[in-house]
């Protein structure tokens, strides 16, 4: 009933009437409306949970479980009534202190779920995450923000693409590479011996509130001129002697080599846009550099009009000048 008509529709008398009993022996065991619908989540969902717990430990690994974890908690579709029934029980907690409790120790429960996988993986060695609980929290949160846009919007994300990002996002947590995450098989080594050394080491410290909104709108300002073919701005945006690494090894120095890929790579198709998915930056203030690791989602349409997606992740170095901050160096990889 709740999922029909949701906790804001639902009435005592429409539970009493459903379950043919009185008002009155509703009121006898829930005092109101709020505790009764608080109730009822929470058997639901604890179920729900259990269920889910029940098969990450059919894994064999914890690399395995990791997969199996993201796989069962990510909605199947649109019409998955388990997570319209979760949405609308947060919207629920906003105005119902009980359901607020019950949600909150309920997504404290498929955190922990997550952070006990990643401290298993770090145990057995099969990958290292520095940070099991913030890991835990990052990747939860990532798949709650993308459920609620597949669950509740048809059409604006799909599931296919939704897994990747969390594919990629799961292998930047673990060391692994997204191959891994996805077949659940162990590495031979913690990092994964397909992708290359980042453009730059990460020396630094975290950016202040300053410089990473300066770094977001520098690469802000190259996203969106490759999404509208402006050459001019997306080699104004690096340094003279600016120089890129393209997924398939080509490389190019200096502002007209730059200026050649931008026409091979962007220019040539009709649209490329990319959507940042992760964005991490470590900053030397005193030296002026930055390094960045940002894993974007890419769309795009070739001049046939052939459409493709693909999840990347550009390694990028920074240098601070008079006019701001510009990209030196940057590594384009092919995740999936």
């Known amino acids: 009933m709740v999922i029909e008509r949701g906790f804001a529709g639902t009435r005592i008398a429409d539970v009493a009437k459903r379950l043919n009993v009185s008002n009155s022996l509703i009121h006898y065991h829930f005092d109101s409306k709020e505790a009764l619908l608080a109730a ?6 604890r179920k729900d949970l259990s269920e889910m717990e029940r098969d990450i430990e059919l894994g064999q690994s914890a690399t395995a479980q990791l997969w199996r974890l993201i796989e069962s908690y990510v909605p199947e579709g649109s019409d998955d009534v388990e997570w319209m029934l979760w949405i609308d029980a947060w919207g629920e907690a906003l105005r119902n202190p009980l359901m607020k ?16 996988v990643l401290r298993r993986g770090n145990e057995t060695g099969e990958f290292r995450c520095d940070q099991p609980r913030i890991s835990a929290m990052r990747i939860t949160a990532l798949i709650d923000g993308l459920a609620v846009q597949f669950a509740a919007h048809e059409g604006v994300v799909k599931r296919k693409e939704l897994m990747r990002t969390l594919r990629a996002l799961a292998a930047f947590e673990t060391g692994l590479s997204p191959d891994d995450i996805r077949d659940g098989k162990r590495s031979s080594r913690p990092t994964s011996t397909r992708v290359t050394a980042p453009a730059v080491a990460p020396v630094g410290t975290a950016p202040t509130a300053l410089t990473d909104a300066a770094l977001r709108h520098l690469v802000a300002t190259i996203a969106d001129a490759q999404l509208r073919g402006d050459v001019s701005t997306w080699v104004a945006s690096w340094t003279a002697a600016g120089e890129i690494q393209m997924h398939d090894a080509s490389t190019a120095k200096g502002v007209d080599q730059l200026a050649d890929v931008f026409a091979k790579h962007y220019a040539a198709d009709r649209w490329t846009l990319q959507s940042p998915e992760i964005v991490l930056f470590v900053v030397d203030e005193a030296g002026g550099t930055a390094s960045g690791r940002i894993t974007v989602t890419e769309r795009f349409q070739r001049r046939n009009g052939a459409v493709g997606a693909r999840i990347a992740t550009l390694h990028d170095r920074y240098e601070r000048g008079p006019a701001g901050w510009l990209v030196a160096a940057r590594r384009y990889e092919v995740l999936d």
């Open 40 to 45: 009822a989540f929470e058997y639901y969902a």
């Open 101 to 116: 409790s019950i949600s909150q120790q309920l997504d404290e429960q498929s955190i922990g779920f997550l952070e006990r």
